[in-house]
């Protein structure tokens, strides 16, 4: 785990499961405890949680609290997307892949950035034409 920083980053806005919710709702994340809105929440609901989560975690580790620099980026590709992004350790690897979705090309992704990455495996991973 990181160094520095406080707390497992996750977001206070976001309820943390009662043992018994987060059996209902797991989400299959493998890290942390689990959150989720409520113990209701659907596989989707729990997927969107976990990206969301993750996000925030990495992103918070250095500089901007709510952006990904590169080093969290690639971090964050390497250690919850290796089957999806293969070579994730090569820096030039990450480095272009960045590029492809910093749009305003400033090194920091915000998550709407971060999102489109997202929207491109998703697409691959479905055999989706993009
Ligand atoms: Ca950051
Ligand atoms: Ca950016």
Redesign the pocket.
């Known amino acids: 785990m990181g160094a520095g920083g406080g707390g497992a980053g996750f977001s206070a806005d976001v309820c943390i499961c009662e043992e018994d919710e987060a059996r209902i709702c797991r989400g299959g994340a493998g890290t942390a405890p689990h959150t989720c809105w409520s113990a209701l929440c659907t596989g989707m609901e729990a997927a969107i949680t976990t990206i969301v989560s993750q996000f925030q975690a990495y ?7 709510s ?3 590169k080093d ?1 980026f690639q971090k964050l590709v390497a250690a919850q997307l290796p089957n999806f992004v293969k070579n994730a350790s090569d820096p030039g690897v990450i480095d272009q892949l960045m590029s492809s979705i910093d749009e305003n090309n400033d090194g ?1 992704l915000t998550f709407s950035e971060f999102w489109q990455l997202i929207g491109k495996l998703a697409s691959r991973q479905g055999g989706f034409s993009q």
């Open positions: 992103a918070g580790s250095e500089g901007c609290s952006t990904l620099s969290e920091e």
